[in-house]
């Protein structure tokens, strides 16, 4: 973390009609253009982690706090339950509208130049101007896999409810939810996540099979959905296959959701369908 405080004649700082989102254009565009002239990758813009950057400079501008990295644990404890962040950073400073002068005036500075150098892969600056007319910047660094935390049980209950409205709508009754059936299905996904299992159906002699026999049940299937972002993504993948859809519209009544995310941002979805006797 670092910050730097630039000193400038007034008229240099108080700036009308300043285009905010052009600025932290040009200094995220300045940075890059840094990074790749040393050989290092660029940093790619996140929208959540510039609203935590654009937060802290709303702050300092209204001194809410003071010029400073006050509330940086805070800022990353937040963007921690979006990302898997291995590392993190920040640099601050305030002064004109002028990109040009805070990207020198941080790499002027070995701490910030640091910062802009690091072994990071994504980045958010959020810009504000206080009322006499200074402006305050917040940049953020985070590496992190680029695809963000899934929050499970919403994932879940969306997809449900995706397929539930599906089924309704061709007056079929909706799935309930099974305790039972959800854990089976969670420990198909977490292999499959850990590389214990290939992707894709579980084999004949797979535990989840034995779920036939414990439930005493007339009949069983599963969906698996991989690489998706979304439940709307998997609904989706699965009613363009006609043999998935199927199942979705099938006669099944009881359902489990198994739903994982590896340490690279994938994520691993195991549906389970059940004709209860």
């Known amino acids: 973390m670092s910050l730097v405080v630039f000193c400038f004649p007034s008229g240099l700082i108080a700036q009308g009609n300043t285009d905010i989102a052009a600025l932290e254009l040009e200094v995220h565009n300045q940075i890059n253009q840094y990074r790749v ?19 802290h400079s709303k702050n300092m501008a209204s001194g809410k706090v003071p010029f400073s990295h006050k509330g940086f644990d805070e800022r990353f404890n937040k963007l921690a339950t979006i990302f898997n962040i291995s590392s993190g950073s920040e640099n601050v400073a305030n002064g004109p509208a002028d990109a040009k002068t805070i990207v020198e005036g941080w790499l002027a500075s070995p701490k910030h130049k640091e910062n802009i150098e690091g072994d990071f892969n994504m980045t958010g600056i959020g810009i504000a101007q206080a009322k006499n007319g200074t402006f305050f910047y917040t940049q953020l660094f985070v590496k992190s896999p680029e695809k963000p935390k899934i929050v499970v049980d919403e994932f879940e209950n969306d997809l449900l409810r995706l397929i539930n409205e599906h089924r309704k709508s061709l007056g079929l009754s909706g799935f309930s939810k099974n305790e039972l059936i959800k854990v089976e299905a969670l420990k198909y996904s977490e292999q ?5 299992v290939p992707i894709g159906p579980p084999s004949f002699d797979s ?13 069983m299937a599963e969906l698996i959905g991989y ?4 439940p709307k993504e998997v609904f989706d993948s699965w009613m363009a296959s006609s043999k998935q859809r199927e199942t979705i519209e099938g006669s099944y009544d009881l359902t489990g959701i198994g739903i994982t995310q590896s340490k690279d941002g994938k994520v ?10």
């Open 37 to 55: 002239g040393k050989g290092l990758r660029e940093l790619k813009p996140n929208n959540a982690i510039r609203n935590e950057a654009l937060t």
């Open 192 to 196: 499959m996540a850990a590389g214990r």
């Open 227 to 230: 690489g998706f972002n979304t």
């Open 268 to 277: 691993f979805v195991t549906q389970v369908f059940i004709l209860s006797r």
């Open 207 to 219: 535990p989840i099979r034995r779920l036939v026999q414990t439930m005493n049940a007339k009949a």
